[in-house]
């Protein structure tokens, strides 16, 4: 059974910073693209970082772009974003999720790059 549970989000203020973590259970993400996603209340999911399995192949919208960072380590089956500068647009819940692309949303055919298993989410909350 796959597993991928999220963890680290919280209360930040603006200019702050949080680092999600996303283990994952039950398969092997060696050689897996592995996708950020965030929700804002009443909003869609959208786009937030992916990685492919042969990083540092990153992609990321412009919202987030040069503030925000995704990392893994295969060795411990998890995955990471490192997010900076925080500001309360970036209030959401974040889900993590093995994908099969990894690419501008646009130029992707497949709905959120084509995301199979999914985390719970971890709440990050951007105030002063």
């Known amino acids: 059974q796959v597993q991928l549970v999220e963890s680290g989000g919280g209360l930040a203020q603006p200019g702050g910073s949080l680092r999600l973590s996303c283990v994952v259970s039950g398969m092997t993400i060696k050689y897996s693209y592995m996708g950020w996603f965030r929700q804002a209340p009443g909003k869609e999911r959208e786009e937030t970082a992916c990685i492919k399995s042969s990083s540092p192949s990153t992609w990321y919208p412009d919202s987030v772009k040069g503030r925000f960072s995704v990392s893994r380590d295969n060795d411990k089956n998890t995955v990471y974003l490192e997010m900076n500068n925080l500001q309360p647009e970036d209030t959401g819940t974040y889900y993590c999720?093995?994908?099969?692309?990894?690419?501008?949303?646009?130029?992707?055919?497949?709905?959120?790059?084509?995301?199979?298993?999914w985390g719970q989410g971890t709440q990050v909350t951007v105030s002063s």
């Open positions: 999720a093995t994908v099969f692309f990894c690419d501008d949303p646009r130029e992707v055919t497949a709905t959120h790059w084509g995301a199979t298993y």
